[in-house]
């Protein structure tokens, strides 16, 4: 077999082949594109839990009881995280699919969890109090990010999918 060069026209052409050469659909194009953001949308949304559980390590150390809410929310984030990533790794819509739906209940929970707390409000409405709860306000920013990250992530699956699809035939 011969390898290609770096420079110049293939060798057994003269150019005037380039007619016959056969173009890559651009949908393919979109399918490694929407990976690669993908990719990144997921590497994001595992930041942000490993921050939540940082969190949820950080309040229960304290002696206060375990948020079931937060800790479930936590569990489905990760598990969809794995489950996406293999659904990406190896194009399958049905896990991407799953993914979809399972991070998105995971956000819902967490935003129930912040809202729960309800101490989000008291804190913002006085300043001087920030600093007694950093913690709260930091897990009410990862909650706000999540949820604006969620939303990219729903839009590049449902293109993603919708991309790798096989093209309807006009009848």
């Not at 804190?123 to 950093?134: D, G």
Request: proline share 3%; net charge positive; charged share 15%.
């Amino acid at each position: 077999m011969q390898q290609r060069r770096s420079a110049g026209r293939p060798t057994g052409t003269d150019g005037s082949d380039f007619n016959y050469r056969m173009v890559v659909d651009s949908r393919y194009q979109k399918v490694a594109d929407g990976k690669s953001r993908l990719y990144a949308l997921i590497l994001t949304q595992a930041v942000l839990q490993l921050i939540g559980i940082l969190y949820t390590c950080l309040s229960t150390s304290k002696g206060e009881v375990p948020n079931v809410i937060a800790i479930s929310s936590i569990a489905i984030s990760l598990i969809s995280l794995i489950l996406g990533d293999l659904g990406r790794r190896r194009s399958r819509a049905t896990l991407l699919k799953f993914y979809m739906v399972a991070s998105s209940i995971g956000v819902v929970l967490s935003i129930a969890c912040v809202a729960k707390g309800n101490v989000s409000l008291q804190v913002l409405q006085t300043p001087s109090r920030w600093e007694i709860h950093k913690f709260e306000l930091l897990e009410a920013a990862r909650t706000a990010v999540g949820f604006l990250v969620q939303i990219f992530t729903v839009s590049t699956i449902t293109s993603l999918i919708s991309n790798m699809s096989p093209p309807k035939r006009t009848s």
